[in-house]
Nanobody, 123 residues
Framework: QVQLVESGGGLVQAGDSLRLSCTAS????????MAWFRQSPGKEREFVAG????????QTADSVKGRFAISRISTENSVYLQMNSLKPEDTAVYYC????????????????WGEGTQVAVSS
């Protein structure tokens, strides 16, 4: 079993930055991809960004492209989401997820999920 723990959320103002972290523990498997999803009240969970095991391949949602960047340190089983120029519409619970194989944007592809960390952006 793989456990994922997110951290770094909080309340910020529009234009501010935050860095989310996620660390995997337990029976980690290689190679595996990790991703960030988010869910706002009343909305479906959506893909934000993903990165493969070697960090060579990344995918980023159009809604955050140019503002958010995903990175990882595979030797530490950690993935990060640097969020810049935050907007009120970025307010959501952000979830870390992991899957075996390559990165993709589909929620159903990810077998392992963290509990989520809340990000709130005030205008």
């Amino acid at each position: 079993q793989v456990q994922l723990v997110e951290s770094g959320g909080g309340l910020v103002q529009a234009g501010d930055s935050l860095r989310l972290s996620c660390t995997a523990s337990g029976r980690t498997f290689n190679p595996y991809s990790m991703a960030w999803f988010r869910q706002s009240p009343g909305k479906e969970r959506e893909f934000v960004a993903g990165i493969n095991w070697s960090a060579v391949t990344t995918q980023t949602a159009d809604s955050v492209k140019g503002r958010f960047a995903i990175s990882r340190i595979s030797t530490e089983n950690s993935v990060y989401l640097q969020m810049n120029s935050l907007k009120p519409e970025d307010t959501a619970v952000y979830y870390c997820a992991a899957k075996y194989g390559g990165v993709d944007w589909q929620i159903s592809s990810y077998a392992y999920w963290g509990e989520g960390t809340q990000v709130a952006v005030s205008s």
